[in-house]
């Protein structure tokens, strides 16, 4: 945007337009000049000295009004003001400057009661919901009356702040039925909702899952989706870790609401029938009905800079 006094190019030409020509007087007399531009990245030291630079302001802003006129007062005749005094001060070590830095965030959930899961498949004419039953499946199913398998997940309280950056999550489950296929797909996806519910109707389950189960639209699931396809075989009473889910969690984290104390929904399921329907085509693992301590986990690694 053009911000130029005078007549564009002339002696009294005063400004700057478009950040990219300024007009300034010199030593020399009047002047047009590319503004100039950092062509580099900022170096280790360059980006600490500026993350030091903008502590300092805001501790400067903090201060008290007398805190302030002192260091006015001190700057009289030294050509500069209490606020350049101060800065100086605090890049030369002579005040504490408290930076911001990278706070460490680590979360290991398990489901803690019935209705925090629930299993939901289709039996060839209807889509079917259970939130009592112990065992949880995911896959493309056994036969034609017990297909598109997949559970509904619902973890307290995270504990993990709006707009952290998570580095690592995943989900445990253990293993409730000892199966060899290999053809088993299923997809890890959220349930965009910063305040989800438990597990309680079929409709619930419909409209916070989508158009995959017969919902209204997708609106409540995430974009972001991890695949767990080919899982191998597993064997009765082992725990199983799916693949990363980080990019599921760091669109959930990022929801603007987003808060600590919330609880965090999520879908391990193959509605889309992405495997295939043979005899074995599943997996099954524990629910909490079958003990609280073989109840799916949910671990999870953020990190937020301030």
Known sequence: ?????????????????????????????????????????????????????????????????SAQAAYEATAAGKAMTGYNLYLRDCLLGNVSVVLPSWHYYTYDGQINAGN??????????????????????????????????????????????QGATVTAAYLEVKCSASLSQTVVKAKIIGNKEVNPAVWSTIADYKARRGTSVGGADNSKRTTAETLWDNVGAWTLNTWYTSPSIVDVLQELVNQAGFDLAQPLALFLDDHDARGDQHASDYRSYRSYEDGASSAAKLHIEAKLWF
Request: proline fraction near 5%.
């Open 1 to 65: 945007m053009a911000k130029v006094k005078g007549p564009l190019f002339s002696p009294g030409a005063h400004g700057t337009i478009g950040d990219v020509i300024t007009f300034q007087d010199g030593v020399a007399g009047p002047r047009a000049m590319l503004v100039p531009k950092h062509g580099d990245a900022f170096s280790t030291g360059q980006s600490r000295q500026r993350v030091s630079f903008q502590a300092a302001a805001s501790q400067w802003k903090s201060l008290g009004a």
């Open 116 to 161: 925090c899961d629930c299993e939901m498949y289709w039996n060839g004419s209807a889509w079917v919901f259970d939130v009592t039953g112990t065992g949880l499946y995911f896959g493309y199913g056994l036969s034609s009356a017990l297909i598109k398998m997949g559970s509904g997940l619902c973890f307290a309280a995270l504990n993990i702040p």
